[in-house]
């Protein structure tokens, strides 16, 4: 046996074989659903500054209180490993002066992403995530229409009844009154609340509402909701975007408890989930996202109202193994091309360099000289076309063409094998 001596850092993971094929799959599908809605592909560089991240997601989320991969460098620059995607598309957009573009500009990412968390199961620290961001637009149309391309996202990738929990947090203005009364709600109920939701209540109460405990929760059934604190702005804006989303065949219910634990979210919040059930519920949600119209502000640059989701590729391949949702492998078009002797070995060499030209797919086992053993390759692959180069052809110039559905098959000339196999796929 192999003696092990490097193994990956804890709570990362090799990805390969079928899981691969999974994430390709979510990729495809979002380059699809990004393509029909005009969103362009932008790739930031995986290492960040860290003030970026401090500044938007917001000192006192989980992110930037434990979770950030940070380095110095020799230079003692602050470098994080990118925790989240939002933060470098905003700074990608203003840095390459995306705003004299028309708007709103519709981005979209596929990459890697760092967190140093708990090692746990469904958890790594490297991840891969996909989002989709529009910038540079403050209509309430486009919260909705984010909300649509996430779910038919979902239901692209194969997910069936999902639905989307929505909320507003407001503005900046009419949070703070809203924090005020939950604050003051919370007053009375310290001694029941779990430790982590009294330490959130210092440092920023909304995060409570996130809390998981059941106990946290039966007590904050009865907090004071957001919405009732919405400024007349906000309001109207929440009452668009709900209108929208009427015209869309897209389910969806308010949940006035709903924040999003990222610092600069404003307005629209939304997540999609399974449909009410307990074992759904308990799945939690699959994607979320909302508006972040002053994460300029945080960053003290420019105001860019946006709107925008991201999804971890990690937890939907999770959701897609347990849906029983798979990626069928594609169906192999194209020839195999099977050899018998060094001879042939040679003529086989040249025949695929041949075939690459011609844009025909080749399959083969050129390392291999058993016959039974290619022809057995080929039969999994389902390949309809095989070639044979046994000892006799290589010597004729010639080539066996097998049809392995009829079993037909007949002897060509070497020099019009591509004619003919083009001949016979098309
Ligand atoms: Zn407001
Ligand atoms: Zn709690």
């Not at 038919?152 to 009844?161: D, M, T």
């Not at 634990?261 to 759904?280: N, Q």
């Not at 949600?285 to 960053?299: A, M, N, P, T």
């Not at 050129?366 to 010597?395: C, D, F, R, Y």
Request: hydrophobic share 40%.
């Amino acid at each position: 046996m192999t003696k092990i001596k490097y193994q990956t850092v804890t709570g990362m993971h090799d990805v390969f074989g079928r899981e691969q094929l999974l994430y390709d799959k979510v990729e495809e599908t979002a380059q699809k659903i990004a393509d029909f809605y005009a969103f362009q592909r932008i790739n930031t560089p995986i290492l960040e500054d860290q003030d970026l991240f401090i500044r938007s997601v917001g000192e006192s989320t989980d992110i930037v209180e434990k979770e950030m991969f940070t380095l110095k460098t020799k230079g003692k620059d602050l470098l994080v490993l990118r925790p989240e995607g939002t933060a470098p598309v905003f700074r990608a957009y203003l840095e390459n002066g995306m705003q004299s573009l028309p708007q709103p500009v519709k981005l979209w990412y596929y990459g890697p992403f760092f967190r140093y968390e708990r090692p746990q199961a469904g958890r790594y620290r490297q991840f891969w995530q996909i989002g989709f961001e529009m910038l540079g637009d403050a209509s309430p149309v486009l919260d909705a229409q984010t909300i649509l391309i996430a779910y038919n996202l979902l239901s692209e990738l194969g997910f069936k009844k999902t639905i989307v929990n929505i909320n507003s947090i407001g503005c900046e203005e009419c949070r703070k009154d809203y924090r005020k009364a939950l604050l003051s709600f919370l007053r009375g109920k310290k001694e029941s609340i779990c430790s982590d939701c009294k330490r959130r209540a210092e440092k920023n109460v909304l995060r409570v509402l996130d809390c998981k405990n059941p106990k946290c929760q039966q007590i904050l059934s009865e907090a004071p909701q957001v919405l009732d604190y919405l400024c007349p702005d906000c309001k109207n804006h929440f009452k668009q975007v709900l209108e929208f989303l009427e015209e869309i065949p897209v389910p969806y219910k308010l949940n006035p408890f709903l924040v999003r634990g990222l610092d600069y979210y404003c307005r629209t919040v939304f997540e999609i989930g399974f449909e009410d059930s307990p074992e759904e519920e308990a799945i939690g949600s699959i994607l979320g996202g909302g508006r972040y119209d002053f994460l300029g502000k945080s960053l003290k640059t420019d105001i860019v109202p946006s709107v925008g989701f991201s999804m971890g590729v990690e937890r939907v391949i999770a959701l897609m193994k347990l849906k029983d949702i798979d990626s069928k492998p594609k169906k192999k078009e194209g020839i195999f091309i099977v050899q018998v002797g060094d001879l042939a070995k040679r003529k086989a060499l040249k025949m695929i360099q041949d075939f690459r030209t011609a844009k025909i797919n080749v399959f083969e086992a050129i390392s291999k000289n058993s016959m039974k053993l290619q022809l057995t390759k080929a039969n999994k692959l389902a390949i309809n076309t095989v070639l044979i180069i046994g000892q006799q052809e290589a010597l004729n110039n010639t080539v066996i063409i097998k049809d392995m559905i009829t079993g037909n098959q007949s002897t060509v000339k070497q020099e019009n094998i591509v004619k003919e196999v083009k001949k016979r796929i098309k």
